[in-house]
């Protein structure tokens, strides 16, 4: 059993987006990335900064940034296969083995089984309900991308939704709203 501040579910840029904020702030953050993202069949021309970029390339690069360059723990190709609360925490099962964190971020896709089982609300559209934080119904849940969405599905909106998700968990554990602004400075 391992025990980290975060866990996320999902490597593609709602879950890559959120450990990398939470990584960089120094919570400890561990992504399961069973690569099954949409992004593997998409070219970039309509994400903000990148003029056209394969998917898999974008993928590549986000990967390393979350966890080569700021610490995020990351399980490549390691499916979750359950997600229970217990107590205060929430234990998360992948590869048969437990692994523990106070918060947990989904970010499946259109695949909404885990936040079903854990008992997050859904819609009349079938799809998580969560407020502009991503938080779910379940306290301490996120999620993120197409998980919330019917239609409407992007990676630039899915990364914004992670982004979300880890600023609203840095502002609970930081006790106050939390703007991760940098400067140049900060390079």
């Not at 630039?156 to 940098?182: M, P, Q, R, T």
Request: glycine residues 10%; aromatic residues 6%; hydrophobic residues 40%.
């Amino acid at each position: 059993m391992s025990d980290a501040d975060v866990i996320v579910v999902g490597g593609g840029p709602a879950g890559l987006s959120a450990a990398l904020f939470c990584a960089k702030n120094d919570l400890e953050t561990v992504a399961f990335d069973g690569d099954g993202t949409w992004l593997h069949k998409a070219h970039l021309f309509n994400y903000l900064g990148i003029r056209s970029m394969d998917g898999d390339v974008f993928l590549e690069r986000a990967r390393e940034q979350t966890t080569a360059d700021h610490g995020a723990t990351l399980h490549e190709d390691t499916e979750v296969e359950a997600v229970e609360r217990d107590g205060e925490a929430f234990v998360v099962t992948a590869d048969g083995e437990e692994h523990t964190a106070t918060y947990v971020v989904l970010a499946t896709g259109a695949n909404r089984d885990l936040a079903e089982e854990l008992g997050c609300a859904l819609d009349e559209d079938g799809v998580v309900e969560a407020d502009v934080t991503m938080e779910t119904s379940v306290a301490g849940v996120y999620a993120t991308g197409a998980m919330v969405r019917a239609e409407e599905w992007q990676a630039v909106i899915s990364a914004g939704d992670g982004a979300a998700a880890a600023l609203n968990i840095l502002s609970k554990e930081k006790g106050e709203h939390y703007h991760d602004f940098d400067t140049p400075a900060d390079v």
